[in-house]
């Protein structure tokens, strides 16, 4: 079992930056592939980035590629969500994913375990 705790949301103007924090329960946090997914009202829950154990294995969403960074810290049981040049289209429920998949994937279906979500919205 594991458990998620997501922090570090809040409200930012376009172009600023935020940095999300998740916090894992479970001795076994290094075997995970840990994800960051959105979802915005009325949309779906949408892939951000991913990392695998080794913090090289990393994947981004095409539309965060070079405004996002995804890091791990193992030790601390923590992975975070770097967020810079943020836009409005931007905001939503983050939520932070654990799962077993070969590589860091962009499918919710290969996450078993989520937080409960830290909103981020990003004003124009």
């Known amino acids: 079992q594991v458990q998620l705790v997501e922090s570090g949301g809040g409200l930012v103007q376009a172009g600023g930056s935020l940095r999300l924090s998740c916090a894992a329960s479970?001795?076994?946090?290094?075997?995970?592939?840990m994800g960051w997914f959105r979802q915005a009202p009325g949309k779906e829950r949408e892939f951000v980035a991913a990392?695998?154990?080794?913090?090289?294995?990393?994947n981004y969403a095409d539309s965060v590629k070079g405004r996002f960074t995804i890091s791990r810290d193992n030790a601390k049981n923590t992975v975070y969500l770097q967020m810079n040049s943020l836009k409005p289209d931007d905001t939503g429920v983050y939520y932070c994913?654990?799962?077993?998949?070969?590589?860091?994937?962009?499918?919710?279906?290969?996450?078993?375990?989520w937080g409960q979500g830290t909103q981020v919205t990003v004003s124009s």
């Open positions: 990392i695998k154990y080794f913090a090289w294995r990393t």
């Open positions: 994913a654990a799962g077993v998949p070969a590589g860091p994937s962009a499918s919710v279906n290969d996450y078993d375990y």
């Open positions: 479970g001795r076994t946090f290094n075997s995970y592939v």
